[in-house]
């Protein structure tokens, strides 16, 4: 399996699951899961690349945005 690397080295479940925490610990809101389809029909995501990562749900717990 390839891994995708960030410019810090991390890689993406691990850049994604550090940002998290780190949003929780400033009691910022998380946004919620949303469908792929519909983010790659964003204008402002196009000609992204795109994967999926899957986190841990524990990450989330109750700082995920609700609206």
Excluded at 24 to 33: E, G
Excluded at 42 to 47: L, P, V
Excluded at 56 to 64: E, F, K
Aim: glycine share 6%; proline share 4%; net charge neutral.
């Amino acid at each position: 399996m390839n891994q995708i690397l960030g410019s810090d080295g991390l890689d993406a479940k691990e850049s994604i699951e550090l940002w998290i925490k780190v949003a929780r610990d400033v009691r910022q809101d998380i946004p919620k899961p949303s469908s792929i389809l519909a983010l790659q029909k964003k204008n402002e995501f196009e000609g992204w690349l795109w994967t999926i990562v899957e986190i841990r749900p524990a990450l989330l717990s109750s700082r995920v945005y609700s609206g």
